[in-house]
């Protein structure tokens, strides 16, 4: 692919976001606890226990989700970083020897 660019920095922006969005699901799991209190008669309580669980699972997944996609973003991160560095070396490298050659084939051409 040609013409493509990666800003690194918006980059590492989004996975300190996921990483908020994360601690705020895991937040709300744990503050997903409605087994406190008489909700009346017959099996009401241990309904609202069991769909409050389902959520607090459900919710753990997604933040579980969330976490991974930050960690793949961190790594997609660092990996560019190693990509462009790697060309800058390369390029600095190329140019150094350039620069060192035509001294040297300026200074064999010149007579004393």
Do not use: C, H
């Not at 409050?52 to 919710?59: F, H, I, M, P, Y």
């Not at 976490?67 to 462009?84: D, K, M, P, Q």
């Not at 060192?100 to 010149?110: H, K, N, P, S």
Request: glycine residues 14%.
């Amino acid at each position: 692919m040609t013409g493509y660019t990666v800003n690194t920095a918006s980059l590492a922006i989004r996975v300190g976001e996921l990483s908020a969005v994360a601690d705020q699901v895991g937040a709300i799991v744990g503050a997903l606890d409605l087994t406190g209190g008489d909700l009346g008669p017959g099996d009401l309580a241990a309904a609202v226990a069991d769909v409050a669980g389902e959520w607090r699972d459900n919710l753990d997944d997604m933040r579980g989700k969330i976490e991974t996609i930050a960690g793949n973003v961190r790594g997609a991160v660092a990996n560019y970083e190693v990509v462009e560095q790697g060309g800058y070396d390369r390029m600095r490298a190329l140019a150094e020897g350039t620069v060192r050659d035509a001294v040297f084939e300026t200074l064999r051409g010149a007579r004393p």
